[in-house]
């Protein structure tokens, strides 16, 4: 992430600062709640991705701060989104803001930041971008709905599996990236691989963050860990694991998922599955291709230390531990 900062770090403050003012509000309680999730921290991914492209393209202008800022409004209201459909009661380490504020306060504050994103975004002026993160938008409803429905379903392939992830996740930051391309003047070409490389790098990144789902400790997560076991969400950990084992294997798992709440015994016996049939190593392979098929759609622009700070962006994806 070194690389990254410091290239951008001073457009990464003026979007923290950018966020707050566009917050401003008469019903005090958004500010109050927009805020809060906001200085619980985050690792910036999608407005650090628009910023860069924007960069690596060119562009000079004074537009990609507050669109960066509406990418981080979009993901904020969709965290805020999640978290009452999860029932989450952890966020980046702090106390969810549904947990805070209740379910009601953060579905509406949630629905604030979506409306105000598509206000900024008119404000901008820039159809072409308003075309990529609008449809981008759209794409992570269909992503969590789809999600739902896979709830549960111990029958859910890799594919479908990869179809929710380009939804809920890694449309965001393909849609970032390939906005800092329309800002910066990119060919064609250019602006589908930045888009591209978007796409790959946000497979990888759900991918992994399924994968410390079942390896890391809530201090290193920043949330519960084991939680999307509880929800009844079939992850590539687990879909792996699946195709590998026994029937009466599959058998304790569709027990486990069809439970409520798990205690240590439940969720101990599936990651004991995962592990013995490699389903952590095998997601993480995954993950890994797709970040190195992400830095190939890179090879179409000239080296430089921005097009540097992106493969390592990129690699960061796949050595966090949180």
């Not at 594919?159 to 906005?179: D, H, N």
Request: aromatic share 6%.
């Amino acid at each position: 992430m070194e690389a990254a900062l410091a290239l951008i770090g001073e457009d990464l403050k003026n979007v923290e600062l950018q966020f707050k003012k566009d917050l401003a509000s008469n019903v005090p309680l958004i500010q109050k709640v927009g805020e809060y999730v906001l200085s619980s921290g985050g690792k910036r991914i999608r407005p650090a991705m628009l910023l860069l492209a924007a960069k690596l393209c060119g562009y000079e202008g004074t537009r990609h701060v507050p669109l960066a800022s509406v990418v981080e409004f979009i993901h904020t209201a969709t965290l805020l989104h999640d978290d009452v459909v999860d029932s989450a009661t952890l966020r980046r380490g702090n106390a969810s803001a549904n947990t805070v504020w209740g379910n009601e306060a953060s579905v509406l504050v949630g629905d604030f930041l979506f409306s105000k994103s598509f206000s900024l975004m008119v404000d901008d002026g820039d159809l072409r971008v308003l075309k990529v993160l609008s449809e981008a938008t759209t794409r992570i409803a269909e992503g969590e709905v789809l999600q739902l429905v896979c709830t549960s379903d111990l029958e859910v392939t890799e594919e479908r599996y990869i179809e929710v992830v380009k939804g809920k996740t890694a449309i965001l930051i393909s849609a970032a990236c390939e906005a800092g391309a329309i800002l910066g003047g990119a060919t064609p070409q250019q602006q589908l691989a930045l888009s591209a490389f978007g796409m790959d790098l946000g497979i990888a990144f759900q991918v992994m963050d399924d994968t410390l789902d079942y390896v890391a400790s809530e201090e290193q997560f920043g949330k519960d860990t084991g939680h999307d076991l509880e929800e009844g969400k079939i992850t590539l950990p687990l879909i792996q694991t699946l195709k590998k084992c026994t029937s009466a294997e599959q058998e304790v798992v569709a027990e486990v998922i069809a439970k409520e709440e798990l205690d240590r015994a439940d969720f101990t016996a599936v990651f004991d599955l995962v592990s013995k049939y490699g389903g952590i190593d095998y997601a993480l392979s995954q993950a890994r291709s797709h970040v190195e098929r992400g830095i190939s759609h890179l090879a179409l622009f000239p080296d430089s230390p921005v097009k540097k700070a992106l493969v390592e962006l990129a690699q960061y994806v796949v050595s966090r531990q949180r």
